[in-house]
């Protein structure tokens, strides 16, 4: 059982920048692809961008591209999430997620989720 703690989010305004941590616990944390999610207010979470276990493969979306940047730490057992040049159309609920597979890009092929973060980008 792997348990996924993110932090991080919050209130910025328009072309701010904020840093989501999201820390793991249980489980063998190199092991795991992961990835994070948003989720709109009454959408379904969507695929922001994922990244293998070792770190060598990354996956993206265009709508981010160039702007959130995905890494990760295995000695910390934490996943990172840059975001850079922040729109209000980023707010969100952010989620990571742990996959013991090859890195996935749908949810329902994530094994592990945290609770969520909030992020709010101010016009």
């Known amino acids: 059982q792997v348990h996924l703690v993110e932090s991080g989010g919050g209130l910025v305004q328009t072309g701010g920048s904020l840093t989501l941590s999201c820390e793991a616990s249980?489980?063998?944390?190199?092991?795991?692809?992961m990835a994070w999610f948003r989720q709109f207010p009454g959408k379904e979470r969507e695929f922001v961008t994922a990244i293998s276990g070792n770190g060598g493969v990354k996956l993206d979306v265009d709508a981010t591209k160039g702007r959130f940047a995905i890494s990760r730490d295995n000695a910390k057992s934490t996943v990172y999430l840059q975001m850079n040049s922040l729109k209000p159309e980023d707010t969100a609920v952010y989620y990571c997620?742990?996959?013991?597979?090859?890195?996935?890009?749908?949810?329902?092929?994530?094994?592990?989720w945290g609770q969520g973060t909030q992020v709010t980008v101010s016009s």
């Open positions: 997620a742990a996959a013991n597979k090859q890195i996935p890009t749908v949810a329902r092929e994530y094994d592990y």
């Open positions: 249980g489980g063998t944390f190199s092991t795991y692809a």
